[in-house]
């Protein structure tokens, strides 16, 4: 084949030729101090993204008839990275000859995290709740998972006024979004509603009248007792009519799945949009199967390979750490993807309305064991959590 050379073409070839020479010179004439070790970028990047932290348990103190409250200090390092107010942590132990873990919201504020303090308060009903009220002690260590989730105040997408309601032990992570908008590390106007059965079950009630003489408009709702100071029966749309403008609020809500199932159709009924709705999500629970059926699940982790028994009733995780397997795992409620597995084969079930998969990971065959229960013998591919 004939072809008529072009002058550019001889150009290129003439750098080209001078590439090796040119670049000879180049690293000639480089300095001889060898690189940093770490740059400040990455010092700040590891302060606010630690991945799993070493914490040990420094305070134990009841608040309710139900509830217990844990703080805890982190041994390495000297502080717990910023986060949002509202946001949750996930917390592991070994209990029992299993690896256990679950997501807690936290009652603290950001400000306290960078004093390496923080604070949980948790409801004395569950395995680990139950393990970490009763059981745990001054002293012990566990490994804790850095701050997340999307439950808190976003100022390009939320309204200036939010309303928090309140179920039971869902004042959690309102405690530390009052106290972060006392402390001005957040800037909202905020009306809390809390519901509980009696004064008994008002968790930080000491705390929440203060926050109250400082201006925070504070509702109590006892379902059980009747209270001169506070409002008695359920909370409904018209008592939330009572005391704000409901189209000119965000609302933020966190309790039981009845309380959603109540409140969220009501507000959308009264005419707010659902973007100004958000609601926190609790873990997965087992379901109610009279006689569930038992798989195996052939689990590949790293270069070893596990059989785990597993039931219908329960997801994949608690079968995982039952077999006291370190496997990833966060907000346990299908949102996050961090325990997201390669499913090999088998059948399998998603919890309703709990398919937070992308839709790569649909397309791909990748399942959230948190959230996902066995319907046959499977074969998955998981990550190590460290």
């Known amino acids: 084949m004939k072809f008529k050379r072009q002058i550019f073409g001889f150009m290129d070839m003439l750098r080209f030729k001078k590439l090796v020479p040119n670049r000879r010179k180049m690293l000639a004439s480089g300095s001889i101090t060898p690189l940093k070790k770490t740059y400040r970028v990455n010092e700040q990047a590891k302060r ?7 914490v040990k348990l420094v305070e134990i103190r009841k608040i309710s008839q139900t509830m217990t409250e844990l703080t805890f200090n982190r041994v390495d390092s000297n502080a717990f990275p910023y986060f949002r107010a509202g946001q949750y942590v996930t917390i592991q132990a070994h209990i029992a000859g299993s ?5 807690y919201s936290i009652v603290s504020t950001p400000k306290d995290a960078l004093s390496n303090k923080l604070v949980l308060g948790i409801e004395e009903q569950g395995f680990m709740s139950k393990y970490l009220c009763h059981e745990a002690k001054l ?8 701050p997340a989730g999307e439950f808190h105040y976003e100022t390009l997408r939320d309204k200036k006024n939010i309303v928090c309601i309140a179920g039971g032990s869902g004042i959690t992570p309102f405690m530390s979004m009052l106290n972060a908008k006392a402390q001005g590390t957040e800037d909202y106007d905020v009306t809390l509603f809390y519901g509980a059965r009696d004064v008994k079950h008002l968790a930080y009630k000491d705390e929440l009248d ?4 400082n201006g925070i408009k504070v509702i109590y709702v006892l379902s059980d007792e009747e209270n001169p100071n ?11 009519k009572k005391y704000v403008n409901i189209n000119d609020s965000t609302f933020f809500l966190c309790g039981p799945k009845a309380m959603y199932d109540y409140i969220i159709p009501a507000l959308k009924e009264a005419g707010l949009e ?3 709705i958000h609601k926190d999500a609790s873990c997965c629970t087992d379901l109610n199967i009279e006689n569930p059926r038992s798989f195996n699940i052939v689990v590949h982790m790293q270069d070893e390979t596990y059989n785990v028994k597993a039931m219908e009733n329960e997801t994949i995780l608690v079968a995982l750490e039952r077999a006291k397997l370190n496997v990833p795992s966060k907000c346990r409620a299908g949102g996050c993807g961090f325990c997201h597995a390669k499913l090999v084969s088998g059948e399998f079930l998603i919890a309703k ?10 397309k791909f065959g990748f399942i959230h064991p948190c959230v996902t229960y066995p319907l046959s013998d499977m074969e998955i591919i998981v990550n190590e959590a460290y």
Not at 48 to 54: A, D, E, I, N, T
């Open 48 to 54: 606010l993204h630690p991945g799993y932290m070493q």
């Open 99 to 103: 690896i256990v873990s679950r997501p």
């Open 139 to 146: 002293g012990d260590a566990f490994m804790m998972l850095e």
């Open 210 to 213: 203060k926050l109250a003489q």
């Open 230 to 240: 506070m409002e008695h029966g359920f909370i409904g749309i018209d008592l939330i």
């Open 274 to 276: 659902n973007k100004y």
């Open 353 to 362: 309305d709990r398919d937070g998969r992308r839709e790569a990971d649909k």
